[in-house]
T-cell receptor
Framework: EAQVTQNPRYLITVTGKKLTVTCSQN?????MSWYRQDPGLGLRQIYY???????DKGDVPEGYKVSRKEKRNFPLILESPSPNQTSLYFC??????????????FGSGTRLTVV | GQQVMQIPQYQHVQEGEDFTTYCNSSTTLSNIQWYKQRPGGHPVFLIQ?????EVKKQKRLTFQFGEAKKNSSLHITATQTTDVGTYFC???????????FGKGTHLIIQP
């Protein structure tokens, strides 16, 4: 089944403790992206990747890192989480960005709480 | 950067009534996409509109792209309880690549 898999689904952590949220897709998509969803603010893009080893900042990149060493994986790293990073995070992938816009396939989401 | 405004924020309807959400951009969009997010779920891609004046239908859902490619609408005829959720429009981003999402319209259906 074509899908984007995120782990974990739920995570409670303490301020300053490094964490990684994994994202993997099995559709051979070139484009991957991370969004955070907050009440009243909607979906905001954190980072995106056009292809392997090509990543760039979205609208709200502060406090986050990403890497794209393989086409299928696009982990989101919080080096020193803070309470304002408490949010619902979605990974999304799409066939390509360079060749035009295609619909995104979203993962099931990761609800992160930083205390 | 690119902003996509969506109204209304909330819409309460009785089951069987129609529902419409509107999406507006200050700039011309090359395309617009629509997504649905069920409560507790993730956004699911519904459709993409590309051409000026384009109208597409999916069963009870009708999607329109304005002639100037600055606005779009989603209309649901005779809502059912399965239509509950948040409907987002999304257009090409401004400063960053990828999609910029509207804040969504929450559809609440009263049986």
């Amino acid at each position: 089944e074509a899908q984007v898999t995120q782990n974990p689904r739920y995570l409670i952590t303490v301020t300053g403790k490094k964490l990684t949220v994994t994202c993997s897709q099995n559709m051979n998509h070139e484009y991957m992206s991370w969004y955070r969803q907050d009440p009243g603010l909607g979906l905001r893009q954190i980072y995106y990747s056009m292809n392997v080893e090509v990543t760039d900042k979205g609208d709200v990149p502060e406090g986050y890192k990403v890497s794209r060493k393989e086409k299928r994986n696009f982990p989101l790293i919080l080096e020193s989480p803070s309470p304002n990073q408490t949010s619902l995070y979605f990974c999304a992938s799409s066939l390509s960005r360079a060749r035009g816009f295609y619909g995104y396939t979203f993962g099931s989401g990761t609800r992160l709480t930083v205390v | 950067g690119q902003q996509v405004m969506q109204i209304p924020q909330y819409q309460h309807v009785q089951e069987g009534e129609d529902f419409t959400t509107y999406c507006n951009s200050s700039t011309t969009l090359s395309n617009i996409q629509w997504y649905k997010q069920r409560p507790g779920g993730h956004p699911v891609f519904l459709i993409q509109l590309v051409k000026s004046g384009e109208v597409k239908k999916q069963k009870r859902l009708t999607f329109q792209f304005g002639e100037a490619k600055k606005n779009s609408s989603l209309h649901i005829t005779a809502t059912q309880t399965t239509d509950v959720g948040t409907y987002f429009c999304a257009g090409p981003g401004g400063g960053a690549d990828g999609l910029t999402f509207g804040k969504g319209t929450h559809l609440i259906i009263q049986p």
